[in-house]
Every structure is written in structure tokens, then in C-alpha cells.
């Protein structure tokens, strides 16, 4: 029998502790300079960790994230662009690496929907509102105001 | 007492057709006994689920390993509080739970909704009964958690250690009081569309429950967010786990709906929206349950590999969301729309507001499903995590935030944007002064980090005036502001608690994000290590033996300014040997909002130890402000407004307003 520990919802966060003691970033990973550091310590948050899901590099204890950061840092020490190091990490190991998509067609409608729902949504209520103004404030027809006339005659 | 349990789930599963077909029956040919079978049945269908939970709670508290479910997720050796609430720390107990309490509301709207109109009541009844049906089956089909072991194993496997956490007994519990509850808006609105017409005891029914259900969800998440953050030994509140978007989605949602209703209660418009909004809401309640027990998600979290449990709880929301939806395209264009509203007015900062959050949980969801969807289509894997979802929602959520003080000041039907401007002023002052404080008097403080601070005290200070404005504060003799102030409706506190709640876990988040501290570095005993002006001592490792684990206790002293042991942090590493698994126990000093946090890491050659350690300013608002947001809806809920029944029934007062507690 397998067992099958599916937990209750946010519970199962707690599973990422399966990965190890959290303990990600080592001291003898840290660079001495501490600017170069906070930039390798920024990438790292980006870098998804191959091996455990939904663990940036920075947080996981895996092995596997220990390299990518050690990459990660070597890189930087070589003088790369923060941009030289994604892109270098990425033809190495694909975009799915990246815990923020890039920009590209396939991610179009990822990127996309909070703008244009925001914009379809504003429009709507706009026109929406105004149509159901101009109805409100639309003149009374002739037997309405006979109507209204009689009654205030009363 | 087991087979009890049994057999009292699959009567409750029957008991639940019962309830689904023929008060539906009932109310369709105006039969006034088909409908009155609803109540009973309803009520007697949560005792039989009691039941069964309290026969499956007993197999756990006295380890009774000849249940599957128990073997898997229990041991002999474990403390009694962490049996019980292993009853709920796996898959079928939690679904057991589920089931307990959408039974439990729907015997709460059987017992105190005798004030409702017949037919509306029988309809409620029979939506909620189907759903209970729905999941009854998939208990009993895919997820039975009394399949007996023969022959009985002599020790269980344990409960897995991370869950050995008084987090268990709380998180899971009010979560799901969250997300079932909304259930009761889903049946309401599913019965108004069965009926075609919504009338005021609807309006009047729907916010309570709204509140309710929100009011648990809020705790809820709150709770799940400190559990990970003092479990997790890395110090982090949200990480944007797919799991965590499937309980905030219903949350974001839910705080739309939350407001639409109050639209729709004081000047019946958005009614439709609103109708649809419940319905959505439940449905993404609903998408949560699929998106963590189906195992559908490639996270950590979805351990279940077995696709009958998917694909069963898939087929139960396409027809609850299929056919809720379906019926609202057949049925909503005949529901009458309600009242008319100039843009700048209350209504019009309460559709803001929609659009908004809306946007939001459309984002939230886009961002979770996306990579599924792009693996699906394309076979191409794609991750989405934390990154996208901070520039994504947070620039969603700025604008939401910095209107938010003027909502509650705007006057219904046509307000005047410029004089409330005004008496916010004081407000942008003291915001402003945080701002330029923040910025120019602490040390490394960003431009985002002052904008951070302002606004967190353009919130609270935004709600602190709206209180001040009501009582007639600069108006009227302080005597009579506070006669005022003390006469306020309830519900104007619960508006002003909520969204200074809110301002607080803005400023925690803030305070965390912009001014946390963080060093790592390998100590031995005896070395003291500063942080942020703090001074720690490590006093050195001592090995523990707890019930069913043995630890390494990291002692530290906190240094105070005399030279003397202000405080003493302990940090830990569990060793669970039934499953041979780590856990590391954070130490925690809280000094103020703001806590010393520091966690163990691995042991070196050289009798060192690696130590994490971070300051973090004002976190504990994060958490504090959401309990606030508890307090708001909590003083909503008494407000006298929602517990007086519908006008032609004055005759039961209290009767509509079953959980608020009726004094």
C-alpha cells in the first residue's frame, strides 16, 4: 500500500520542509563583497529550484540548488551582467527555471490578463453607468406627464 | 465504533439525496409538506456526520491501527492533541471534515431560517444537499477512511512531523469554516436563480453568511501564513504556492463579495453581480478542493498521484460551476437590476473595488494554472512563482489601497469626492510625515519602503477618520461626539476595524520586506554574534528527548543593554526516527511588533554550528492585522441591522443571524 499524504490544503505547505532543515544559502557560499552578494542573493530568488517545486534556489537546501547558486555566483564573479547570468542559466536549463516568465508570445495571455481585464472591466462599468444615466435622466413622455400632473392636481 | 461511523456516512449520503430531491420537488409544485422534509433531514444529516467524525476522532485518539487511515498517519507514542488532530491532517479525514462542516451550515440555515420565504428555503436546502451528495459519493468511492487492515498493524506510521503542530489543530478547521461557508451563498444564489426572482430576504441573508465564512478564511490564512513562517526555519509569510493561491483566490474574491452585497443590501443594485459573485467565489472554494486533492498540481503539496480522486472532484465542479453558470445565463437576464448610482459615490468606490479585486483573483488564478495549461497544450514546462505574482498583484492592489479611506466617507447615490478629500486631510498629513520620517531618519530606507510606510498610515489613519468623521468629530461638543461615537451601527466599526486591519498588515509587510535584517554565519559555543543593534550569545548545543522524537537544543542568549541575559531563544533540530525525518524548530524572541528569528543549520567538523539569523521589523502586524480584520467582521456580524429577521417577521428577531452569536 502506498502511502499517499495528501494533506489538508495550506498544511501541505509545510511539506516543503521534506526538502531539509531550511537551511538554503551556506556561509561559505556568501562573496565577500557584500554589493555582489545582494545582487547573487536576488538572482537566486528568481532561479526556481529543478528538484523541489516552488522553492527559489535561495530558499532550497537541495544539492542541486547549492550549484545553481555557486553558478550563480562564480558568474557574477566573472564579471556577467545579471542579465548574462539568466540567459547564460536559462540555455543551460530552460526556461522553466525562471520563476518569472519571460515576456513572449507564449506567456501572452499570462501577462496580459490583468490588463486587459482592468481595462475591459473599466470600460464596461463606464458604459454601463452612462447608458443607465441617460435613461435615468431621459425627459418623461407626454402620458407620463399627464400622468404626474394629474396626480400632483390631486 | 468505527462501522457506526461507516455506516452512520453512508446514511448521511442518503439522508443528502433525500434533502437534495424532494424539497427541490416541493418547491417546484408547491407541495407545502415535500418542502417542510428539507429541515429535518437536513439536520439529522450533520448529526450522522458528527457522528462519523466522532467515530473516526475516537479511532485516532485511541490509535486503533486496524483503520487504513489511521496506520498511515498516527503512532502510539504521539501526544493525545496531535492524534485527535491527526484526524484531519490527511486526505480522507479532511475530507470527512469538509463534509462536516457544509452539513453543519446547512443545518444552521435549516434551523434558524424559519423566518425565509418556503420555496427560497426548500431550494437552499436542496443546493446544499446536492453538493453534500456530490462529495458524500467521493468520500465513500475514492476516499473511505474507514477501510479497515486485517490483520491490524501492532504501530502506526505516525503523523508526518511537520503536522505535529498545534497549526493543525486551528489552520485546517477555520480554513475550511472558510470555504464551505461560502457554500451558503453558492445554495442562495443557485435558489434565486431556480426561482428567477431575488427578493429582499436574500439581500438581507447573503452578507451574514458572507461574513461568516469570510471572517474564517481571513483567520484561516493567517494562521496557515505564521504556521509556515515559524515551521518553514527560513523566516518567509507568503510564498505564492499554488496552494496557498487556492485558499487567497476564494479569499479575494470573497472580500469583493463581502462588499458588492452591501451595495445590494442598502440600495439594491448590483444585484446580478452580486448573485454572480457568490456563485464564483464558491467555485473557486471549490477549484481550491481540485487543485490540492487531485494532486493536479506539480507542487510539493499534491502528493496524491492517483487520477480517479482528480478526475472524480473534477466532474463534481463542472457541474456545480457548469451548471451554476449555466443557469445564471438562462435566468439572470430576467432578475430586475437594482437602483441608479453617479460614479463618485459609494456604490462607485464599492465597484471600484470589484474591479479591482476581481482583477486580482483573475490574475491569482491565470498565474496557477497557467503552467498547466501551457504543459497540457504544448507539452513546454513554465514556472510561475513569487516574482510574477508581486508585479503582477501588487501594482493591482496600490491603487485599491489608496482609495480605500475614501469608500466609507463617499455618501450613497451622489457623493462629493472633493469633500472628503477634505476631511481626509489630516489623514495624507500623518501619512505624509510617516513618509518623510521614513525616509529621512532611517538608514537604508528605499523610496519604496517610505511609500510603503506612508501607506500603510494613509489606511489606518484613513479608518481612524472615518470613526472621527461619524461622531461628528470638530462639529460637536466632545460630549456629544462621544454619545456619537458609542451610538455608531456596528457595522460602521466593523468597516473601520477591517480596513485598519488592513493598513497594519501593509505596515508589517513593509516593515519585513524593506527593513528585515538577515546574517548566516557558523557559531561555537560561547561566540556572540550582532545584528540590527541586537546582541546574541550561543550558549551551545544540548541534546533533548521529547515523546516520539530526540532534538539538538541551539541555546542563545539575548544580550540585553545592561550586559545581562535579556531573554533566552532556544532553536531546534527534530529527528522523527518513525519516519526518519528532520524538522527544524525556529527561535523566536518577539521584542515589541518586531521578532528575533533564528534557525539551526548543519553541524560542522569543528563542533560549530551554521546559524541562520534575521530581524524582523514589525512582523508580527502581518499577522496582528489580520486578527484585527477578524474583529471588523466579527462587529459587523453584531450589528443589530443583521440580526433583525425581515421586516414582515419581526415577530423572531434573532432568528436570522444564527452565528453571530446573539447576545
Known sequence: MSARFSLASLVLLLALLFAGAAQAVKPDEVLADPALEARARLLSEGLRCMVCQNQSIDESD??????????????LVAGDTDRQVMDYIVSRYGEFVLLKPRFSPRNSLLWGTPVILLLVGGIFIVLTTRSRRSLATKALSAEEQAALDRMLSD | MVETGHFALVLAFVL????????????????QRLMAVGGPVTVTGFALTALSFAALAGAYASSDFSVASVWENSHSLQPLIYKITGTWGNHEGSMLLWVLILTFFGALVAAFGSNLPATLRANVLAVQGAIGATFFLFILATSNPFTRLNPAPIEG??????????????????????YVGFSICFSFSVAALIEGRIDASWARWVRPWTLVAWMFLTGGIAMGSYWAYYELGWGGFWFWDPVENASFMPWLAGTALLHSAIVMEKRSALKIWTLLLAILTFSLSLLGTFLVRSGVLTSVHAFATDPTRGVFILCILTLFIGGSLALFALRAPRLTAGGLFHPISREGALVLNNLFLTTATATVL???????????????????????????????????LVVVPFGPLLAWKRGDVFAVAQRLMAAFAAALLAMLVTGLFIDGASVFAALGVGLAFWLVCGALTDLAVKSGFGNVAPSIMLRRFAGLPRSVFGTALAHLGLGLTVLGIVGTLCFGTEKILSMHAGESVELSGHTLRFEGLYPAQGPNYSEDRGRFSLIGADGGIAAEITSAKRFFPVRQMTTTESGIETLGFSQLYLSLGDEGTDGSVVVRLWWKPLVTLIWGGAFVMMAGAAMSLLDRRLRVGAPSRRRKPAATMPSAGVP
Open chain 1, 62 to 75: 537541495a544539492d542541486l540548488a547549492r550549484d545553481l547558486r555557486i553558478l550563480v555566483r562564480q558568474r
Open chain 2, 16 to 31: 443528502s439525496l433525500v434533502q437534495t430531491l424532494v424539497p427541490l420537488i416541493g418547491a417546484r409544485t408547491g407541495n
Open chain 2, 157 to 178: 506510521r505516525d503523523l508526518n512531523p511537520i503536522l505535529q503542530d498545534l497549526g493543525l489543530a486551528i489552520h485546517p478547521p477555520f480554513l475550511y469554516l472558510g
Open chain 2, 366 to 400: 491565470v498565474g496557477t494554472l497557467y503552467p498547466l495549461a501551457v504543459e497540457a497544450l504544448s507539452g513546454g514546462k513554465i514556472s510561475v512563482g513569487a516574482p510574477f505574482f508581486n508585479l503582477t498583484f501588487g501594482p493591482l492592489m496600490l491603487p485599491l
